[in-house]
């Protein structure tokens, strides 16, 4: 079987365009109608110069490229070929009588992928070219296969913030239920003492020991129902701060410990049941440009990576540190808890998107990549993680911010 028939029968090379650079007539003639019986598009320059234009017409798969020419030679012309943002990937074959290996190499240097030593062969030219032809087809199905993931990636990734910010919104309205829940009965026990007031008006004798306490009351049920609704405010207004953050990529100026303090606020229902203890050691007055809602949603992927892995089976009790420091030109927070840590054999796959331990309870693996790249990508920062197994975990990081008061 010849070398034609079995290049055509594993690859299907019918319908590419081939761009043939190259001055002299009499090689021309003979490869081209060859080239354009096996079903291939021929496209013709005779020197550097037109093969530059005639490239950018033609948007060949594939160029043939002779080294000795007038004018620009071949060397010249792959250089400028692969100077081209819009015409660089297409693979360049040379041809040429040069037989010198500093030769080859000088083309393999300007870009060139192989080469096709004069006097040519009919059937070296075409199985060079459907090997070269079939690494470009694969090459670009790759890509296309890694764009197709890449946006798979992304809208999980998107998915699973979004998930994130529903958790905040359950959590945020279990925590308000419960002080205007409070503050609507202590309303009621309210009007239930100003109707008794009212009585003891009417009557022609007050009974002042029922009088006095009926205000006692009332005025306990003030405090009460005044407390109970400033919780809910503090609470309205940490959720309104932490969801516009989210939804936003804006650098502005925030004060960090507002941020870290509300964060727990809305996830605090999710801890109550448990005695899990949250402290905070940071400045209460440190400000800082960056991104809020990068800060946020690391640290309520931490809490909740805490909660879901760490204190899970049986294990609900310990302390969790959110510890920040900063310098001039960074902050540093450090993020400990106590609770059952992670193996070594998973230690190194934290950060690896899809990678959890806890699947069978919903985890999605996303929770640690999402921080990842968010502290990399967004705040151009660094973060690891070390842990004991049964001892706790820690995950220290830093990112550059713009201004520090």
């Known amino acids: 079987m010849n070398t034609e028939t079995v290049a055509t029968k594993s690859f299907q090379i019918t319908g590419h365009t081939i761009l043939i650079i190259e001055d002299n007539p009499n090689n021309l003639g003979v490869i081209v109608d060859y080239l354009e019986e096996m079903g291939l598009k021929v496209v013709v320059a005779r020197n550097g110069e037109m093969g530059l234009k005639r490239v950018k017409i033609a948007n060949p798969d594939i160029i043939l490229l002779d080294v000795m020419m007038p004018g620009i030679d071949g060397f010249e012309t792959c250089r400028r070929l692969k100077s081209d943002e819009t015409v660089k990937e297409i693979p360049v074959i040379f041809m040429t ?41 694969l090459t670009l199905n790759l890509s296309y296969k890694v764009e197709e993931l890449t946006k798979i990636r ?123 203890n949250i402290k905070i050691n940071c400045p209460n007055n440190l400000t800082i440009s960056s991104l809020p809602g990068a800060l946020e949603q690391i640290l309520t992927n931490l809490l909740m990576n805490s909660l879901v892995h760490g204190f899970n089976d049986g294990k609900s009790t310990g302390l969790i540190n959110i510890k920040v420091q900063h310098d001039q030109q960074l902050l540093y927070l450090e993020y400990s808890d106590t609770g059952k840590g992670i193996a070594q054999e998973n230690l ?58």
């Open 97 to 137: 009588a040069l037989d010198d290996p500093e030769d080859k190499l000088k083309g393999f240097e300007v870009g060139g992928v192989d080469y096709i030593t004069k006097p040519i062969q009919q059937e070296e030219v075409l199985a060079r070219l459907t090997t070269h032809l079939r690494i470009r087809d």
């Open 348 to 405: 190194a796959k934290i950060f690896e998107p899809f990678f959890t331990t806890n699947r069978a309870y919903g985890g999605s693996g996303l929770g640690m990549y999402i921080c990842y790249n968010l502290v990399t990508t967004q705040l151009h920062g660094k973060i690891s993680c070390e842990s004991n197994f049964g001892k706790g975990t820690a995950f220290k990081i830093n990112f550059p911010v713009i201004g520090i008061n």
């Open 154 to 276: 992304e809208e999980l990734v998107q998915s699973e913030k979004i998930a994130s910010l529903g958790r905040l919104v359950a959590g945020f309205a279990h925590e308000l239920n419960t002080p205007l829940g409070v503050a609507v009965g202590s309303a009621s026990t309210l009007q239930r003492e100003v109707k008794k007031i009212n009585v003891l008006m009417e009557q022609e004798e007050i009974d002042v020991d029922e009088l006095l306490s009926a205000l006692n009351t009332i005025d306990k049920g003030f405090d009460l129902t005044l407390s109970n609704l400033e919780r809910a405010a503090n609470l309205v207004t940490s959720f309104k701060r932490t969801a516009v953050d989210q939804t936003s990529d804006e650098i502005r100026k925030f004060n960090v410990y507002e941020v870290v303090s509300d964060t727990i606020n809305i996830l605090h229902s999710h801890f109550k049941k448990t005695d899990i």
